[in-house]
């Protein structure tokens, strides 16, 4: 089993930015691509962005490309996510996920990630 907990979250202005952090327990996440999602009020669960495990590829949605960095620190099983020049369609509930698998068909299918966090909000005035 693995526990994800995510921190950061916040009210900022647009044009704002925000560190987001995930933090693993109960089994390492080292070997193992980690990612980002988001759910705003309505919407459906959508991909933010993703990482393998050496981080030498970095998946971003088309939406926050740019503006978005996601990074980890596997010493610590903890992952990041830098989001600069927020704006307010930014404004959602950010997950981070961790896979069963270490080899995945789709870093940017939610139904690849079997593990959750609780979440944290995100929200962004104009």
């Known amino acids: 089993q693995v526990q994800l907990v995510e921190s950061g979250g916040g009210l900022v202005q647009a044009g704002g930015s925000l560190r987001l952090s995930c933090t693993a327990s109960g089994r390492t996440i080292a070997r193992h691509a980690m990612a980002w999602f988001r759910q705003a009020p309505g919407k459906e669960r959508e991909f933010v962005a993703a990482i393998t495990w050496i981080s030498d590829y970095l998946y971003y949605a088309d939406s926050v490309k740019g503006r978005f960095t996601i990074s980890r620190v596997n010493a610590r099983n903890t992952i990041f996510l830098q989001m600069d020049n927020l704006k307010p369609e930014d404004t959602a509930v950010y997950y981070c996920?961790?896979?069963?698998?270490?080899?995945?068909?789709?870093?940017?299918?939610?139904?690849?990630?079997?593990?959750w966090g609780q979440g944290t909000q995100v929200t962004v005035s104009s």
């Open positions: 996920a961790a896979p069963e698998e270490f080899l995945l068909a789709s870093m940017s299918s939610w139904t690849e990630y079997k593990y």
